[in-house]
C-alpha cells in the first residue's frame, strides 16, 4: 500500500475558481513534505516544500497547508488559470528517504 | 536550482533492442537519481547514481537490466536493456539541491515499446 495518498484523482474546474487536493500520508518519520507541479510531458516542477514545524506556505497562488498530527496536507489553488493543468504529486520525505503520491490531475477549462 | 537536460526526450522501440538515456546538469552534483513514471501512477526511485562507484539499485530494479553509468559529477546515463512492452513508461532523471532539499527533474524520456 502507497504511504502517501491523493485525492481526488482528477477534477475539473473552471477558470477563476479555485480548488483543493488533499495528501495523507502514513510515512514515519517525517522529515518534510513537497508539492511538485507537473506538466505534461515535462518533468516536475517544485512548489512547496514543508516541514514539519510549518503549518502553512503559499507560492503565488498556491497555498499548501500541513498538519503534522493527523498526517495531512492539503495544497489550495485560487483563482484558477489555464496554466494550472497538470498533475500535482505529493512527497513525503523521511530519512532520505521519498514516497511519492500518484498525483492528482487538475484540468481547468474556460 | 539546476537546470537538467534528458536525451532523448521520446522514443519508440522495438522489442528486445536496449535503449540508453542521457542526464547532463550544469552544476556539479554528488547524487543523480533515475525515476520510472508509468501512467497513472507515482514516480519510482529505479536507483542512485554516485560518481566512482556502482549505482545503487532499489527493490525490484537489477543492474542487468537498468545498468547505470557515472562517469563524472555532472552526466550520467541509464540504460534500458531487452526492452519488452512493459517498459514503456516516462524516465526521470533527478538531482537534490543538497541545501534546502529540493528535488529538480529533467524533463523526461517518454519510451514506448511495441
Known amino acids: 500500500k502507497n504511504q502517501v495518498e491523493q485525492s481526488p484523482q482528477s477534477l475539473i474546474i473552471l477558470e477563476g475558481k479555485n480548488c483543493t487536493l488533499q495528501?495523507?500520508?502514513?510515512?514515519?518519520?517525517?522529515?518534510?513534505l513537497r508539492w511538485y507541479k507537473q506538466d505534461t510531458g515535462r518533468g516536475p516542477v517544485s512548489l512547496t516544500i514543508?516541514?514539519?514545524?510549518?503549518n502553512t506556505k503559499s507560492n503565488g497562488r498556491y497555498t499548501a497547508t500541513l498538519d503534522a498530527d493527523t498526517k495531512q496536507s492539503s495544497l489550495h489553488i485560487t483563482a484558477s488559470q489555464l496554466s494550472d493543468s497538470a498533475s500535482y504529486i505529493c512527497?513525503?520525505?523521511?530519512?532520505?528517504?521519498?514516497?511519492f503520491g500518484a498525483g492528482t490531475t487538475v484540468t481547468v477549462r474556460a | 536550482s539546476a537546470v537538467i537536460s534528458q536525451k532523448p526526450s521520446r522514443d519508440i522501440c522495438q522489442r528486445g533492442t536496449s535503449l540508453t538515456i542521457q542526464c547532463q546538469v550544469d552544476?556539479?552534483?554528488?547524487?543523480m537519481f533515475w525515476y520510472r513514471q508509468q501512467p497513472g501512477q507515482s514516480l519510482t526511485l529505479i536507483a542512485t547514481?554516485?560518481?566512482?562507484?556502482?549505482?545503487?539499485?532499489e527493490s525490484g530494479f537489477v543492474i542487468d537490466k537498468f545498468p547505470i553509468s557515472r562517469p563524472n559529477l555532472t552526466f550520467s546515463t541509464l540504460t534500458v536493456s531487452n526492452m519488452s512492452p512493459e517498459d514503456s513508461s516516462i524516465y526521470l532523471c533527478?538531482?537534490?539541491?543538497?541545501?534546502?532539499?529540493?528535488?529538480?527533474f529533467g524533463e523526461g524520456s517518454r519510451l514506448t515499446v511495441l
Open positions: 533527478s538531482v537534490d539541491s543538497g541545501v534546502t532539499g529540493e528535488l529538480f
Open positions: 495528501c495523507n500520508y502514513t510515512v514515519s518519520p517525517f522529515s518534510n
Open positions: 514543508m516541514t514539519f514545524s510549518e
Open positions: 512527497v513525503v520525505s523521511a530519512r532520505y528517504k521519498l514516497s
Open positions: 552544476s556539479q552534483v554528488t547524487m
Open positions: 547514481a554516485n560518481q566512482g562507484s556502482e549505482a545503487t539499485y
